[in-house]
């Protein structure tokens, strides 16, 4: 008897924590689907365009501070119903990162912490009636707006780089060029005779994070996941070029952070190229200044960033080169109720010496969503003298090179190898916001030990036609 009853205690203790982790992982909307007031029943509106790093963050952090308060109801509009975890987009090139884990839910996160979602596209403001016009000619009222709207490749001109390079701006990039690189293998390996040398060379233009973690990933995807997968075509005849404009590559770290990239690079037979500017783009060729010719078919694009085309609709002051301008407190000027954070903002960065803006980073536009958020409730309750004045602080860089390779800085702690490929994996699997997510990726990482990640490449059948 005493066997079975501590017998039924330990299974009941297992289910009761079993439940509550249940519970933990699956938290309960704030509101009941009964009981959500309208967004347009709430006293005070705030609407939030844009769904990345900083529109989430600042929608976030308004619920968080108002959740005994019953007069502000918080509206994002984004375009997806997603917000994307950048700093892991590069893993999806080689496998080593599924695109689901990246893709983090909005809609139900947002649910959740009290605000409400809608999936459209910013098409003007209405400033005389503080409304903002989206699809179908529906608009939506507010009290304070948050423009979030991001930010897109910058070509500066150079011919030939929008028709011909792959751009690398977000999930479908990353899945697009994994399947270039399988598109390349796959035609190479119906070739007979002389192998064009262009078909199997890929070019990476820009050697900042980006850059260095796509040319990284290309090797990873071609000699540890395809290679096995093609024995009739000799890995070792792929090249990889990693073009940089500036002196060296990854600018923001530090030179011995800098040398120690560079040697992981040259182990991995990734040829760099830095004082190199690329001139023109055409479908099979790679015009540097200088003369010089890269004979490539594969070039990725990582080198440049400017705000979002779409600002420039929306009658507001906007700094061409930087985005909308917007004062210490991340108003707009001269426009009562309106701020706009993230990459399509012209924010001053104090702490720069050479008078650059903050840069175009998730780290950045989260402490912006911070600060907003702030000062859009102070705002909100006239109390002006409380609004904080945005001061960037960076906390470090994380760049990895490889499933077992990372160079690191985090708060002036600098460190590089397996140990840093490590802490790169823990710090931001911490910061998914998915639980699911958490949980998938983790699980992929350890399997990832043991068995060699499948990579298909899956196009519909209409690009065939």
């Known amino acids: 008897m005493g066997r079975l009853l501590k017998g039924g205690l330990a299974a009941g203790g297992a289910v009761l924590a079993l439940g509550a982790l249940r519970r933990a992982l699956n938290p309960s909307p704030r509101y009941a689907a009964w009981e959500k007031p309208g967004y347009e029943k709430f006293e005070k509106k705030v609407l939030v365009v844009g769904g990345g790093f900083g529109g989430f963050t600042a929608a976030k952090e308004i619920c968080d501070h108002t959740k005994d308060r019953e007069d502000i109801g918080v509206l994002v509009i984004a375009k997806d119903n997603f917000f994307t975890f950048w700093p892991m987009v590069a893993g999806i090139?080689?496998?080593?990162?599924?695109?689901?884990?990246?893709?983090?839910?909005?809609?139900?996160?947002?649910?959740?912490?009290?605000?409400s979602f809608r999936r459209a596209k910013l098409n003007g403001i209405d400033h005389e009636n503080k409304k903002i016009k989206v699809d179908d000619g529906l608009e939506f009222p507010y009290d304070h707006l948050i423009i979030s709207l991001g930010g897109q490749p910058n070509f500066f001109g150079i011919p030939g780089v929008e028709e011909h390079a792959l751009h690398m701006r977000g999930i479908e990039d990353a899945e697009r060029i994994r399947n270039?690189?399988?598109?390349?293998?796959?035609?190479v390996s119906l070739m007979r005779g002389d192998i064009p040398e262009s078909k199997l060379t890929f070019v990476v233009i820009g050697g900042g994070p980006t850059g260095v973690e796509v040319a990284s990933e290309l090797h990873t995807l071609v000699h540890e996941?395809?290679?096995?997968?093609?024995?009739?075509?000799?890995?070792h005849r792929v090249r990889i070029f990693l073009i940089e404009g500036s002196d060296d590559i990854l600018q923001e770290l530090d030179p011995v952070l800098r040398r120690a990239a560079r040697t992981r690079l040259a182990n991995q037979h990734i040829e760099v190229k830095t004082g190199t500017l690329a001139e023109e783009v055409t479908a099979n060729c790679v015009r540097l200044k200088g003369g010089e010719e890269i004979a490539a078919e594969n070039v990725i694009w990582t080198a440049g960033n400017r705000p979002n085309v779409a600002i420039n609709d929306l009658d507001l002051p906007v700094d061409e080169r930087n985005g909308i301008k917007v004062d210490s407190y991340l108003q707009v000027a001269d426009y009562p109720g309106i701020w706009a954070i993230g990459d399509c903002a012209a924010i001053h960065n104090v702490n720069d010496e050479n008078g650059r803006g903050v840069p175009p980073t998730a780290q950045a536009a989260s402490q912006e969503g911070k600060a907003v958020a702030k000062n859009v409730l102070a705002a909100i309750d006239g109390r002006e003298e409380d609004l904080e004045e945005f001061e960037y602080k960076p906390m470090g860089q994380l760049v990895e090179l490889g499933s077992d390779f990372a160079v690191n800085e985090v708060m002036g702690i600098r460190f590089s190898g397996r140990l840093a490929a490590i802490f790169w994996r823990l710090a931001y699997l911490a910061r998914l916001s998915s639980p699911q997510s958490k949980a998938q990726q983790a699980a992929d990482w350890i399997l990832g030990l043991f068995i060699r990640p499948a990579v298909t490449q899956v196009h519909s059948r209409?690009?065939?036609?």
Do not use: C, M, W
């Open 93 to 115: 090139v080689s496998s080593d990162i599924d695109t689901r884990n990246v893709a983090q839910p909005l809609r139900r996160a947002l649910i959740t912490a009290g605000a």
């Open 180 to 187: 270039r690189v399988i598109e390349r293998f796959e035609e």
């Open 225 to 235: 996941a395809l290679a096995p997968d093609y024995p009739n075509i000799d890995s």
């Open 462 to 465: 209409k690009s065939e036609e």
